[in-house]
């Protein structure tokens, strides 16, 4: 027997499924991961830009060490760094909130927007940084005018990266919040965990949806920038 179609699983999803013992829906949590995802992506784009700049247009004693540490550091896993950012987090009264979060991701990918801007900037010729230098530009005259206009295509890469990385992290929202700034994968699972009352399937899945279209969205809007990215940064790099 056919059912008509119901949005009645996702307004409960959105509105009142139970997260542990709040009967909320997702929508605060969204919120969460909104506020954290923003300044995490731009922070971590913009010092990720700035550290390519420095490193390929602005040669330093010891620059090809400080880059292959940085490198290095994409390579570490989530686990290794729980306790140490823990106790960090707990030393900088941070610990369970949304801000210490935003640290934790914003450390944690710059290695991996430092990556992406170097193998860009690594295309730009210097002699255009020389000549800028002569008239009397100085670093962020530089990489305002000059460099920033040029980028947007590794703009487009490391923002979608970061935030897709961001948006879908469930361990580092789960070790370092609290119930109230918890993110919305965090929510989602303590949804689909929960066993109170019937389990509702329809409500599970609707809430999976919800808690993956930002990042779906994101694709279907980008994507095609995203690829030209890429290519553009393989190209120059």
Known sequence: MLRSATFAPWHKAWNSAC???????????????????????????????????????????????????????????????LLPMARTLGLLGLAGTTAGLVLVHTIYGLAFTTLFFRNFFMGVSNGIVHAATIDGAGFFG???????????????????????????????????????????????????????????????????????LPTLIVYVVAGNYFLRGLSAGAVKG
Request: hydrophobic fraction near 55%; glycine fraction near 8%.
């Open 19 to 81: 997260v542990g013992v709040r009967c909320e829906g997702l929508a605060p949590y969204m919120w969460n991961s909104v506020a954290m995802v923003v300044p995490a992506v731009l922070i971590s784009t913009f010092l990720g830009s700035i550290n390519g700049y420095a490193l390929t247009k602005w040669r330093f004693p010891g620059a090809g060490v400080v880059f292959s540490l940085m490198l290095f550091g994409a390579f570490i896993p989530f686990q290794v760094i």
């Open 142 to 212: 530089i990489y305002f005018r000059i460099l920033l206009p040029m980028a947007p295509p590794a703009f487009v890469v490391t923002i979608i990266w970061q935030f897709t990385q961001i948006w879908n992290d469930f361990l580092f929202g789960v070790a370092f919040t609290a119930s109230d700034s918890n993110p919305v994968t965090v929510a989602l699972n303590n949804v689909v965990a929960t066993s109170t009352g019937v389990k509702e399937y329809n409500v599970d899945m609707a809430a999976a949806i919800i808690a993956g």
